[in-house]
């Protein structure tokens, strides 16, 4: 293994500098050994005492001592600066999802290949406490059936950002691919979409609601419900029948019970999840993109009934 990124911190750039950035990769940065914070680049904010840059162009010529890059912009912008980062010799993580399409990923991957460099591209729901017990705990059991049920109030999560209704932005799917992305990892076989219905309002590029039905080769009922109207209580919960009892996982996959017994309480570990296994592939030569969830997403865009419904006004 390369001990030099062990002993010299990995000079890291934040791209993007909004919520994410600010809430889950700055603390997580600081609180992982092996990154450093030598440059933002974001058109209107900036970081005290960090150089700064309106554009990762302009921040790729001007810190050119920079070893990384965290793309924590919006999908529709996340595969030009990525190209540009890696044809400058940078590692790169991409917040979820990856991108804007399905098919940008693969040149973004050769290119990492190609330069030896790692490109990362992160699902942080991933890293939730709960998520590897569930995939060992199914592992070994039949599954039944699972539904999802992921429901937040776009208003209280992602206040302002007109992007997120965008072409490109997802709409409800920006949090409901994080359910995917657990479905994916903890299910012992692939998962197929069979039927969608989107609910898009009359004002909007991107659906506020999703009602979705996937299955597997052995033909199990896999339901989910996304929506962004969700006031009082919200739901971030998976719950998988299996024929060793009722699985559920909540709270975005830190929580894990077992026909009402707690296994796992987990604290918030998503992030510097995240940053330790950006640093174990940097040190490995090595890089990590799985397009799964994006893929399944695309296809409820493919197969999904649309319906229109009240506009949505911020
Ligand atoms: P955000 O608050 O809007 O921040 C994104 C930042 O990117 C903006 O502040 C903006 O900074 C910059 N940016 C560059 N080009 C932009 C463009 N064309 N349009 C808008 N902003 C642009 O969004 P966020 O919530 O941090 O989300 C960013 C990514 O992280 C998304 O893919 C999202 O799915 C993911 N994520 C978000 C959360 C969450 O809870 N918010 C959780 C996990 C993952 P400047 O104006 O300074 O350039």
């Known amino acids: 293994m390369d001990t030099t990124a062990e002993k010299t911190p990995v000079r890291l750039a934040i791209v993007g500098l909004g919520k994410i950035a600010r809430d889950q990769h700055l603390p997580a940065?600081?609180?992982v050994p092996g990154f450093t914070?030598?440059?933002v680049a974001s058109r209107n904010a900036a970081l005290d005492g960090v150089p700064h840059f309106p554009t990762i162009e302009e921040m790729?010529?001007?810190a050119p001592d920079v070893d990384a890059v965290a793309l924590c912009t919006p999908p529709q912008v996340r595969r030009a600066q990525a190209a540009a980062a890696l044809a400058a010799g940078k590692h790169v993580l991409l917040?979820?999802?990856p991108g804007a399409t399905v098919g940008e990923l693969a040149p973004l991957a050769a290119?990492?290949?190609a330069g030896g460099r790692t490109l990362f591209a992160t699902w942080h729901s991933r890293f939730a406490a709960a998520v590897e017990p569930a995939r060992a705990f199914l592992a070994?059991?039949?599954?039944r059936s699972v539904t999802i049920t992921w429901k937040e109030d776009v208003r209280v999560w992602h206040p302002g950002q007109g992007w997120i209704w965008e072409p490109g932005g997802l709409g409800v799917f920006d949090p409901g691919i994080n359910a995917l992305s657990i479905l994916t990892r903890i299910l012992p076989r692939p998962v197929f979409l069979t039927a969608a219905d989107l609910s898009f309002p009359a004002n909007r590029q991107a659906p506020i609601a999703a009602d979705l039905d996937f299955t597997d080769e052995a033909g199990t009922s896999i339901r989910a419900e996304f929506d962004f109207r969700q006031t009082g209580p919200q739901s971030w919960d998976i719950r998988v029948e299996t024929d060793g009892g009722m699985l559920t996982l909540s709270h975005g996959g830190a929580k894990l019970d077992h026909d009402g017994r707690t296994l796992v309480?987990?604290?918030?570990?998503?992030y510097t999840?995240?940053?330790r296994h950006f640093a174990g592939l940097i040190a490995r030569g090595a890089s990590d993109v799985d397009v799964l969830p994006l893929s399944l997403v695309a296809d409820a865009f493919l197969l999904g009934r649309r319906r229109t419904v009240e506009p949505f006004e911020d």
């Open 29 to 31: 940065i600081a609180a």
């Open 37 to 39: 914070v030598a440059a």
């Open 60 to 62: 790729l010529e001007g």
């Open 95 to 97: 917040e979820k999802p």
């Open 111 to 113: 290119a990492a290949a």
């Open 140 to 143: 070994e059991r039949a599954i």
């Open 265 to 270: 309480d987990g604290t918030d570990a998503e």
């Open 273 to 275: 999840g995240i940053y």
